[in-house]
């Protein structure tokens, strides 16, 4: 089966082909970056106005890389969760634009589930494991019993890691997406510089959840309080001491949720994932089976979105083209609690 994955959740403009959730036949990605670079953060409007004005292009590219014609494609699938509204609004309704028009079968995918995706586009990966999925908009642990099987164990009480990233970064002016850029400057810096303080979360039914905005009010408003004075307060030294906390926030409440599960392998997934730092602390771990995508697969792209929808059209669950976009996540359980919308 060939699916035509469709996302535009935030500032991608992506659509794939993939061929029964594994082969990716094309992958095409275009970005917003420099779009929204020059106000330090994605503008929903601009992203919106440039995924409206790039789809069909994107689209007809994704078909054309994989030397097939839209009769050849035998199902869509498109992100319709969560994201900026009217950013997933273009993606979804022209993907079930196509579909009616075509009379192909169609499937909404969560996006978060996409990128838990991302790693099986590249590897058979046996259930169950624990999730790790972390971006600009979510940070989530999970344990993950099927595809479609998710039960999160644990999330961000405030800022998403990624959001802390773009927020620390947009503050010392080190450029946009922050991420990337200080991942790259701590790569130069020593993460004794500076020691922030950890989160301490006590409160009943939080026990895996994380939380950022201590971090980012101690790297912004307090830094000197931090800071070890026998280190220049250099942006690379700045980078790596923020990143090696941000990090030990995650891997704290991670290796948490693999004593109490006793599952070993853990999946990670989002632009988080990409991270340097994460994946070298995960690689310690020998005891541990750690996969990430590829690094291309971990920021948003479609063919995460294409391999999930096969998965979903191939067990016969076909969403209804009245399906609508959500701009908060869903599908998934929590622990303890029913899922909300
Ligand atoms: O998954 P993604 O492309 O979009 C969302 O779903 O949000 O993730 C984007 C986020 C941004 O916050 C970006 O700064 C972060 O992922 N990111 C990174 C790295 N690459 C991207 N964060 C840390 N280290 C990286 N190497
Ligand atoms: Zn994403």
Redesign the pocket.
């Known amino acids: 089966m060939k699916i035509l994955g469709i996302e535009s ?2 500032d991608e403009t992506a659509a794939a082909v993939v061929e029964d959730g594994r082969t990716i036949l094309s992958n095409v990605i275009a970005t917003q970056i420099p779009f929204h670079a020059v106000y330090n953060g994605v503008v929903p409007e601009i992203a919106s106005r440039k995924h409206t004005e790039w789809i069909l292009p994107v689209v007809r590219q994704a078909l054309s890389e994989a030397s097939i014609s839209m009769n050849e494609i035998d199902g869509i699938a498109a992100t319709n969760c969560p994201g900026l509204m009217g950013s997933l609004l273009v993606g979804l309704t022209f993907a079930k634009t196509l579909a009616w028009a075509t009379g192909k079968p169609f499937a909404a995918v969560n ?1 978060m589930l996409g ?1 838990l995706y991302a790693a099986h586009l590249v590897q058979d990966i046996r259930y169950p494991y624990l999730g790790l999925l972390v ?3 979510h940070s989530i642990i999970c344990k993950v019993s099927d595809f479609d099987d998710i039960e999160i164990l644990g999330t961000t009480m405030d800022d998403a890691a ?2 802390a ?2 927020k620390v970064a947009k503050f010392y002016n080190f450029g946009y ?4 850029i ?2 790259k400057l701590a790569k130069n810096g020593d993460p004794r510089a500076a020691k922030f303080p950890l989160p301490k979360i006590n409160k009943e039914g939080h026990r895996y959840d994380v939380s950022y905005s201590g971090l980012k009010t101690a790297v912004i408003n307090q830094i000197d309080q931090f800071w070890n004075p026998d280190f220049p307060r250099t942006p690379e030294n700045i980078a790596a001491s923020f990143q090696e906390t941000a990090i030990e926030i995650l891997l704290s409440r991670l290796f948490r949720a693999i004593e109490d599960t006793g599952l070993t392998t853990v999946v990670a997934g ?3 994932a ?3 730092r994460l994946r070298e602390r995960l690689a310690e771990r020998s005891d541990l089976n750690c996969i990430f995508p590829p690094l291309k697969l971990c ?2 792209n479609g063919a995460m979105i294409a391999g999930l929808g096969f998965r979903y059209l191939s067990s016969g669950k076909a969403s209804p083209l009245s399906s609508n976009a959500c701009a908060r996540v869903q599908g998934f359980r929590r622990l303890g609690r029913t899922p909300a919308c």
């Not at 997406?177 to 990337?180: C, D, E, K, L, T």
């Open positions: 959740s935030c996006h990128h971006s600009g908009g990624g959001e990233f773009d997406p922050g991420g990337v200080i991942d989002g632009g988080v990409a991270n340097s920021t948003d």
